[in-house]
């Protein structure tokens, strides 16, 4: 299958105690670049999550975005921290007998006052966490990648409609290729007769160095590795996989062989003719730069 790089996937579901959202969205990127962003009590997770969407994907920037909530009451003891406060005590009060200050202690300003309380929470599991996390993470990946799916096969049908077209201007560069060179021979056999024409020279010679400059104006090779380029294409469509990076080195080939085309002949109907093929090309471009 081939995937688009841009998705969008969301899984949520409530494990020992906990609901866990994920979800995923990513643009195009040349590489694979995942950011996941999650709470920080559970930042021992961010490492596992990565290899999970790394294990999925290919290329693109991938944002993960982890929430974690308690569904269940969680075992937390809060107890006063005695020493801390009794010397907080003797010291406000200390404050009130010498510098005359207002004795306005009360109890809720000493609990601002740090580590008066101390608070106990359960050792977590983390290896658990994780595990949790990443089961969550894996879900909303499938739905990720199914959205992908669809954005890609919906990518492979227009670039296959493309070089359809390109094709179809590939045989009429071919088939106005002899015609082309018919009218060069005779431009240039003509021309030579009226350069040479009070001289003495051989008209074989004539014939064959107006035969010679006509070849390099033939576009044979060219159209030749254009169907190539063009059946490698549909074979990497059918391939699937992450197939971008081929696809964009083709398209380099391909345009490479246009403008060659283009280079080589000053006729007018060629000259349309390749303008559409690379017209077409462009559009191929601008889809590929989607394909993972």
């Known amino acids: 299958m081939i995937h688009s790089m841009t998705g969008y996937g969301r899984a949520v579901r409530t ?25 920080r009590a559970f930042s021992y997770a961010e490492d596992a999550i990565k290899q999970t969407v790394k294990a999925g994907v290919a290329r693109g920037k991938v944002d993960v975005f982890v929430g974690v909530n308690a569904t269940a009451e969680e075992n937390v003891r809060v107890s006063l921290n005695r020493p801390v406060l009794e010397g907080y005590l003797n010291a406000l009060r200390t404050v009130v007998a010498e510098y005359g200050v207002r004795d306005d202690i009360s109890a809720m300003s000493l609990s601002r006052l740090p580590e008066v309380f101390v608070v106990e929470k359960p050792e977590e599991d983390e290896e658990r966490n994780t595990a949790d996390i990443v089961s969550v993470a894996k879900e909303a990946l499938a739905t990720y990648n199914i959205m992908r799916e669809r954005e890609g096969a919906a990518l492979a049908a227009d670039v ?34 009226e350069v040479l024409e009070n001289k003495s020279i051989d008209e074989s010679r004539i014939v064959t160095e107006a035969a010679l400059f006509a070849d390099k104006i033939a576009v044979d090779e060219e159209t030749v590795r254009l169907r190539s380029h063009l059946s490698q294409l549909e074979a990497l469509l059918s391939e699937g996989g992450a197939i971008g990076r081929k696809l964009d080195f083709l398209l380099q080939e391909m345009n490479r062989e246009a403008n060659t085309i283009g280079s080589k002949g000053n006729d007018l109907e060629q000259a349309r003719n390749v303008v559409e093929i690379k017209a077409e090309l462009e559009k191929i471009r601008e889809q590929i730069q989607n394909i993972e």
């Open 160 to 193: 296959r409609a493309h070089a359809k077209v390109i094709l179809s201007f590939v045989e009429k560069v071919e088939q106005r290729s002899p015609v082309t060179l018919r009218e060069y021979r005779a431009r240039l056999e003509n021309k030579l007769r």
């Open 15 to 39: 494990l020992n105690g906990r609901e866990i959202t994920v979800e995923l969205r990513s643009v195009n990127n040349r590489f694979l670049d995942c950011t996941v962003k999650l709470p």
